[in-house]
């Protein structure tokens, strides 16, 4: 669903810490650009409208044709002032910098370096936009922001929950606006994109959330923290559980601040008292941040260390102990889409096999 642009006439100066940043060489933010065919054209009216110096790392992953000879950044020079190349193995993102994906070859984002890794071709359909899109969710974190631009398929989708789980901005190219709309039309569907507009008006959104200051300065420890300003808090909870029927004061107090200063920055909001009084006044503004509290997006094995401490000692436990024709039942609780559930399923199958 598309969202209606926070109004640019408030739009906020970079601050000092920002300029900072990108001076150090490191990114304020990371953006990961998905697209494919007809994507060409997008990236051309974004780059040609975004600021060459927002402070940001551009990584644009695009399906290529292993045959393919890329002039995609001889073609995107002529739109921005920002140096644009190919991804080389190991490179560390530097702010203001446009990273091209070469051919043949998945991209993974580590530690703030760029890593390639050949293109398996036993695995049938390769999804290098999802596979990039996991990666920046984990190593940026809420620095993260996925894009997804012309194309057809659905390569980026499940990439984008990612990001959005994490507290990253997640922008989506109007299906009407895009040449193959089945990437952005998918992307949609997720119902985790925060703005879905035309490439240029992504950019020119884009350039006022990085400067927004809870989003500049979001690893500032000095930065005031919503977490202990309990009277707002207690209001936000109040207004929340009146909606949803849910109470939130029992989330813990990191969690939920994170939501709400992202929330903020998409709303190009500064202050608390600002944002409760948007709240107060929009229904759809708190149906979204209660959806968001909630949100639902997992995946396989999740939380590593808690599968692995299963397997080892409680699921080979049950299957050594049990008699033939035994019935072993497992409850999962709040599993999401169910990818807890089969995970375990997976794992009872594995030892019983075993």
Not at 143 to 167: H, P, Q
Not at 200 to 212: I, M, N, P, T, W
Not at 301 to 310: G, H, P, Q, S
Request: aromatic share 6%; glycine share 8%; charged share 25%.
């Amino acid at each position: 669903m598309s969202e209606t642009l926070p109004d640019s006439t408030g739009a906020i100066d970079a601050p000092a810490d920002a300029e900072r940043v990108a001076r150090e060489g490191e990114p304020t933010l990371t953006i990961g650009l998905g697209a494919s065919a007809g994507g060409l054209e997008a990236l051309r009216d974004f780059f040609g409208q975004i600021s060459p110096t927002t402070g940001c790392a551009f990584v644009v992953v695009q399906h290529l044709s292993p045959d393919y000879k890329s002039i995609m950044d001889e073609l995107l020079s002529r739109n921005t002032t920002m140096p644009v190349k190919g991804v080389e193995d190991g490179v560390r993102l530097q702010a203001d910098s446009v990273y091209l994906i070469p051919p043949r070859k998945d991209l993974t984002l580590e530690g703030g370096r760029l890593y390639l890794t050949e293109q398996s071709t036993e695995k049938g359909v390769n999804l290098p936009i999802d596979a990039f899109f996991r990666s920046l969710a984990e190593d940026a974190q809420q620095r993260s922001v996925g894009i997804v631009l012309s194309g057809t398929g659905s390569d980026g989708s499940r990439g984008i929950k990612n990001i959005k789980e994490v507290g990253g901005l997640v922008l989506v190219q109007d299906p009407d606006s895009a040449k193959f709309d089945g990437m952005p039309v998918s992307a949609v569907r997720t119902g985790v994109a925060d703005f879905v507009l035309g490439p240029a008006d992504l950019a020119d959104y884009l350039e006022r959330y990085v400067r927004h200051p809870l989003v500049a300065n979001a690893d500032n420890p000095e930065s005031p923290r919503l977490e202990n300003n309990e009277d707002i808090l207690k209001e936000v909870f109040a207004l929340l559980k009146e909606r949803s029927g849910i109470d939130f004061a029992h989330y813990r107090p990191t969690t939920v601040a994170r939501r709400i200063e992202r929330r903020m920055g998409i709303n190009q909001v500064t202050e608390f008292e600002e944002y409760l009084k948007l709240l107060r006044q929009s229904d759809s503004e708190l149906q979204t941040l209660a959806r968001e509290m909630l949100i639902n997006v997992t995946r396989f094995f999740r939380d590593t260390e808690a599968f692995e401490y299963l397997e080892q000692n409680v699921i080979r436990r049950l299957v050594d102990n049990a008699e033939n024709d035994t019935e072993i039942r497992v409850w999962v609780a709040g599993c999401s889409t169910g990818e807890e559930a089969y995970s375990l399923a997976i794992l009872l199958d594995e030892a019983l096999r075993a």
